[in-house]
């Protein structure tokens, strides 16, 4: 009659124990601590990283140029020997944040 009484009143047993008094084991509570610090741990790593990385960018101003050097080309398809060198340096040609030296000017630097 009491463990009914008990069961309705919402104070459920386990045996000798209520299910205040049960808890998990102690190396579990601690391998839980150790897997949630070591978590903590591995983020704050990695969002330290992503700042490092993005402090460390290279960018380029507005007065940077750049040396289009040639490109050779290892493949077996001779069209490219030409046409790899003309898209690469149209290609750069059209993005506002590129200066790129011209070839004449790199003849007369070299000379």
């Given at each position: 009659?009491?463990?009914?009484?008990r069961?309705?009143?919402?104070?459920?047993?386990?045996?000798?124990?209520?299910?205040?008094?049960?808890?998990?084991?102690?190396?579990?509570?601690?391998?839980?601590?150790?897997?949630a610090?070591a978590?903590?741990?591995?983020?704050?790593?990695c969002?330290?990283?992503?700042?490092?990385?993005?402090?460390?960018?290279?960018?380029?101003?507005?007065?940077?140029?750049?040396?289009?050097a040639d490109?050779?080309?290892?493949?077996s398809?001779?069209?490219?020997?030409?046409?790899?060198?003309?898209?690469?340096?149209?290609?750069?040609?059209?993005?506002?944040?590129l200066?790129?030296?011209?070839?004449?000017?790199?003849?007369?630097?070299?000379?």
């Amino acid at each position: 009659m009491q463990a009914t009484l008990r069961s309705a009143a919402g104070d459920r047993h386990y045996g000798d124990k209520s299910l205040a008094e049960r808890s998990w084991p102690a190396w579990r509570r601690h391998a839980r601590k150790a897997f949630a610090y070591a978590a903590l741990l591995v983020a704050a790593a990695c969002a330290a990283w992503m700042y490092w990385d993005y402090r460390n960018r290279i960018t380029l101003s507005p007065s940077d140029t750049l040396v289009l050097a040639d490109t050779s080309n290892h493949s077996s398809d001779t069209v490219l020997d030409d046409a790899l060198p003309i898209a690469l340096h149209t290609a750069l040609e059209q993005t506002p944040y590129l200066s790129i030296l011209g070839p004449d000017k790199v003849v007369a630097n070299l000379a």
